[in-house]
């Protein structure tokens, strides 16, 4: 389907402080409880989230090389070198590290980043704080995920899939997160899924109706207003 893109899930080491630390075996969220200095000291592994697909890397994508777990910026010198090895790698579609930067000249593109000359360096799409947790909770079982894709019409740049006249790419809500789809089964599926369906759910009840024991639709609804980081990018 055009209109969704298929990534798997990754998570690897870093220098800096990430979104997940890694303390003996087990797999928790770092709430910035921890300094640089005192992760290091106590030999804890900061980690970050990566979505990767398979679509073609253009130059100034962010991609990932499976064989180093490593990431790389694709410039325009790399892009015809078979040293880099790039029909190995996986292009990067969404992070929780909020240091990555792609340019983007499109005008409906809010610019999360830095804005100069009207030329945005623009973050690369954004994993929610919702998902980060859920997949600490299955200590990172979640090898798959479903994101949504933006089509339009008109010209793009390199953030952009060219098919035709039209474009396609990641789509965000408005704190640039990106926005995961349903899954068949929602067993361990990530908080953020499981409100939005949820919500879906209790909306097409009357308000006062009592769904689950004694508690109502419209109170199930702001439940899940308050787990969905932006609920004004949920389907009515």
């Given amino acids: 389907?055009?209109?969704?893109?298929?990534?798997?899930?990754?998570?690897?080491?870093?220098?800096?402080?990430?979104?997940?630390?890694?303390?003996?075996?087990?797999?928790?969220?770092?709430?910035?409880?921890?300094?640089?200095?005192?992760?290091?000291?106590?030999?804890?592994?900061?980690?970050?989230?990566?979505?990767?697909?398979?679509?073609?890397?253009?130059?100034?994508?962010?991609?990932?090389?499976?064989?180093?777990?490593?990431?790389?910026?694709?410039?325009?010198?790399?892009?015809?070198?078979?040293?880099?090895?790039?029909?190995k790698c996986k292009k990067i579609e969404a992070t929780t590290d909020n240091s990555l930067l792609i340019h983007d000249n499109s005008k409906n593109n809010k610019c999360f980043g830095t804005q100069l000359s009207g030329k945005c360096s623009h973050i690369v799409p954004q994993i929610s704080k919702y998902f980060v947790e859920a997949f600490v909770i299955e200590q990172g079982d979640i090898k798959e995920v479903n994101i949504e894709m933006e089509i339009g019409s008109g010209k793009g740049d390199t953030v952009l899939e060219i098919i035709g006249n039209t474009y396609r790419r990641v789509k965000t809500n408005e704190d640039n997160t990106v926005i995961i789809l349903p899954v068949d089964n929602y067993d361990g599926a990530p908080v953020e899924i499981i409100a939005?369906?949820?919500?879906?759910?209790?909306?097409?009840?009357?308000?006062?109706?009592?769904?689950?024991?004694?508690?109502?639709?419209?109170?199930?609804?702001?439940?899940?207003?308050?787990?969905?980081?932006?609920?004004?990018?949920?389907?009515?």
Avoid at 43 to 49: C, E, F, I, N
Avoid at 202 to 229: M, Q, T, Y
């Fill in 196 to 236: 939005r369906e949820l919500k879906k759910c209790a909306s097409s009840w009357e308000p006062k109706v009592r769904l689950l024991g004694n508690v109502r639709a419209e109170d199930i609804i702001r439940l899940c207003d308050f787990l969905i980081k932006n609920d004004t990018n949920v389907d009515e």
């Fill in 1 to 87: 389907m055009e209109n969704q893109l298929t990534c798997q899930v990754v998570m690897f080491p870093i220098e800096n402080v990430g979104e997940l630390l890694i303390i003996g075996t087990k797999l928790v969220v770092n709430n910035n409880e921890y300094s640089e200095h005192y992760i290091k000291l106590h030999d804890y592994k900061s980690q970050h989230l990566y979505f990767v697909s398979d679509r073609e890397i253009k130059e100034g994508d962010w991609y990932y090389h499976p064989d180093f777990s490593e990431i790389f910026k694709a410039y325009k010198d790399t892009m015809h070198n078979k040293a880099f090895e790039l029909e």
